[in-house]
Each structure stands twice: as C-alpha cells, then as structure tokens.
C-alpha cells in the first residue's frame, strides 16, 4: 500500500512539471523525446548491442571443414597397383551442447550491452532536464536584472528630481548610474553564459548549436514533496548490468566446462590406384576408401582450470563492485534528497526576505513624498533585493535539478 502510494505522488509531480511547463513553445518532454531519438551517443550505444546480438550468428557454426590433396611424386606399388594420389576430408565436432553454450554466453553478454541502452538514455535524460533549469536559471536572473535597472532608472529620475531642488547631490545620481552599469555587466555575461549553455542544450538533442531555445516564462517549488522509495534504487540499469555481468560470467564457465571436454572428428580418405600392367585379377586397380574416425581430448587441460579459477574471481570483483556501485548510488540519492530539502528552505527564507525588502522600499518611496530620502539606503535596499530575488530563482533551480537526479536514480 505504501508502495502505491509512493507511485501515485510520483505520477502527480511528474504531471504537475508538465502543467508548469504548459504555455510554452518548446516542453521539456518533447525536447526529451527528441534527444533520445536524435542524441549520438544512445545511436553508439544501440549499434554496439547489435552488434553483440549479431555475435550469436557467429558463434553457432562448427570448426572448418578440412579437405587435402596429395600426389605420389614416387607412386608406391602395393598388390592392387601403384597409388597416384590421395584426396582426404575431415571434420571435427565440439561436444554435445557446447554451441549452444556458446550462444548462450553471447546472448547474456548482449543482455549486458543492453543495460548500456538503458543508463545511457536515463543520463541524458537527465542531462537534457539539468540543462534546461539552467537555461530557466538564467533568463530569469536576465529579467530580474532588467527589471532592477529600470527600477535604478526611476530612482534616478527621482535623485535629478532632487538635485534640482538642492536634497540630494550630484554623487548619488553617479552612484546610481554606477550601480545600472554594474547591472547591465551582469546581465551582458549571463546572456553570453546562456548562449554557452543553449550550445550545450544543442549538441545533447545533436541539432545545429545556435538554434533558439524557449524556456518557460516561471516555475514554482510544488506544496509538496513526492515520496522517495529508496527500494526503487536496487533495480537500478546500472545495478542490473552488474547482474547480468555475473550471469554471463556462469554462462562462461558453462562454455568452459563443455570446450574442456573431447572434441569428435570424422573423415574419409580417398586414394586413386592405377593397374597394374600385364596382370589380370579381381581387385587389380582398384581404389582405397577409408572412412576414419578421430578424438581430441585436452589431456592437458591446466587451460580450462586456471579459466575456472578465473572466472570465480571475476564474479566475485563484480559482487564487489555492484556493492560498490550501490553505496554510491544511496549516498547520491541521500545528498539529491537533503540539497532538494535545503532549496525548499532556502526558498522560503527569500521569499520572505525578498518581501521584507519590498515593505523598505515601500518606506523610502513614502519619505521621498514627505521631502527626505537617502539614496544609499536605495542602493543597500535595491542591492538586497536583488541578492534575494537571485537566491530565490538559484533556489528553484537546484529544486528541479535535485528532481531530476532523483527521477534517475529510482523511476
């Protein structure tokens, strides 16, 4: 039940990142889908598993057909005539089941590479969501920056304003046009680190790097919070690759234990015998058939210990490694959950900061009606204002990105 319950809050957040993005020209899950379907790296990913797959073709075949030819330079004579030449073939076969081990090792090392399809799309998933809430970060740090400097421009109307009138001095304009310029910087970099990004954003879906990308205009941190079900984590592809390494490792043994065991060869030999002259009986003349049959066995067979020994190593580094593996993937998932938690925090402190802030610029305005107003008070209530209203978009992005890396660790 509480499984269930995790699932149906997951489903609703996933909607709801939908509903925020509705409106906008260009949705998240559309870019998505076009990654995916155009991105190089999954197209490598998917030929290389192919070509793994291809490999069981390869393998169901048996060892060469062995076909000679010899001619008697010096023809020995027996009692039916002298032997002019000698034609032979010969064929060896693997024991019982060892082909279709053979395929069997090959199908569980594709099953493999498939787990390589899989991760691979889940990064970019992630990667295309993580570059789109940067590029959402910065267009609207642009917009709050553009709306600081035209509120830096009414302030210094109202500085000149007071210049004339003999309250204020000609240095609180130049501060203020100081501090527009300083904006204006800001707001110039972040457009350039934009277009670095929008690059970025680009070469994931491989389209041309200076197509324009269409973020939505806000996103909002959701009242709640969906449910991490941490169980989710052990069926993770990159935990499961691990699982079929393994498997594919007894599918190797098995191979070992069947190409330890004899190998069966049948042939014929064939050889041409002339008359012999002036003589006159039955088997005069008449040609040799031998149908042979043959054994190889691996007398020697250290080959296949040592491959035994090798193999049991091998699955116990993999046991050790998806361990490994595993702390990462729970410590990744731990430090996404408690960043996801501290930005909801940190948005609600802005907020409330970023309100306080208006109220004061409230007050300033209201003391420029009564004759009185400080323009470094302007400058330090502005400049907070905008370090709040940063925090504010910085702490809705990490919101979404921390999102993100958690869909990819447990959906």
């Known amino acids: ?13 996933l909607c709801f990142l939908i509903f925020v993005l509705k409106g906008n020209a260009q949705q998240l899950d559309v870019l998505i889908n076009e990654a995916l379907d155009n991105n190089p ?27 000679g030819v010899g001619y008697f330079i010096s023809e020995p004579e027996t009692r039916t005539g002298a032997q002019r030449f000698k034609v032979s073939a010969k064929q060896m076969l693997p024991w019982f089941g060892t082909i279709t081990s053979r395929e069997n090792y090959v199908s569980s090392l594709a099953d493999a590479k498939y787990e390589d399809i899989v991760i691979a799309k889940r990064k970019l998933v992630a990667s295309v ?21 035209k509120l830096l421009e009414t302030y210094e109307t109202l500085a000149l304003t007071s210049v004339e009138v003999g309250k204020a001095s000609a240095v609180d304009v130049l501060r203020l046009q100081m501090r527009q310029n300083e904006l204006q910087q800001l707001k110039d ?10 690059t970025k954003f680009n070469n994931l879906l491989n389209r041309e790097n200076d197509v324009t990308v269409y973020v939505v205009d806000s996103l909002i941190i959701p009242s709640e919070d969906f449910e991490i079900n941490t169980e989710n984590i052990a069926l993770h ?18 191979l070992n234990q069947k190409e330890s065991s004899p190998m069966i060869g049948f042939g014929l030999d064939y050889i041409n015998v002339s008359e ?32 035994t020994k090798q193999n049991d190593l091998q699955q116990q580094e993999i046991t050790a490694q998806k361990q490994e593996r595993l702390n990462a993937l729970e410590t990744l998932l731990d430090k996404a959950n408690n960043e996801r938690i501290s930005a909801r925090i940190s948005y609600a402190t802005q ?39 940063m925090n504010q978009i910085e702490s809705v992005k990490t919101y979404y990105v921390q999102s993100t890396i958690i869909n990819y660790l447990i959906q």
């Open 41 to 67: 790296e999954i197209q490598k990913f998917e030929l290389q598993y192919k070509r793994a797959s291809e490999k069981v073709k390869e393998v169901n075949t048996i060892p060469n057909t062995e076909f």
């Open 351 to 389: 907020t409330k900061n970023l309100q306080q802030a208006k109220d004061a610029e409230d007050i300033l305005i209201k003391s420029y009606e009564t004759g009185t107003i400080d323009f470094n008070d302007v400058l330090d209530i502005q400049e907070l204002q905008l370090k709040f209203q």
């Open 189 to 198: 970099v972040l457009h350039q680190q934009f277009l670095a990004e929008q």
């Open 237 to 254: 592809p990159e935990l499961l690759k691990y699982d079929k390494l393994y498997q594919s490792i007894e599918q190797s043994e098995l």
């Open 276 to 307: 012999r002259p002036n003589m006159d009986f039955s088997d005069n003349g008449k040609d040799i058939v031998m149908p042979m049959v043959s054994v190889s066995i691996p007398i020697f067979n250290k080959k296949y210990k040592s491959q």
């Open 129 to 149: 969501s993580q570059s789109y809430y940067n590029l959402y970060a910065n267009k609207a740090k642009q917009e709050v920056l553009t709306e600081n400097i």
């Open 1 to 13: 039940m509480k499984h269930i319950k995790s699932h149906i809050k997951s489903v609703i957040f």
